[in-house]
């Protein structure tokens, strides 16, 4: 079975950055994410959301 160029990149043990497309979920559900810090300032007021 051929690896895909994802298993290589986990393979690589190098740092991969993944984006899951968080804060466009959030702002569908009309959270407002203004700040660079909108994620730090969410988590204690809604874990289960993050």
Known sequence: MKNSKFDTYLQSKSPIILDGGLATQ????????????WSARLLPAYPCRL
């Open 26 to 37: 959030l702002e569908a559900q009309d959270f407002i994410l203004d700040g660079a810090l």
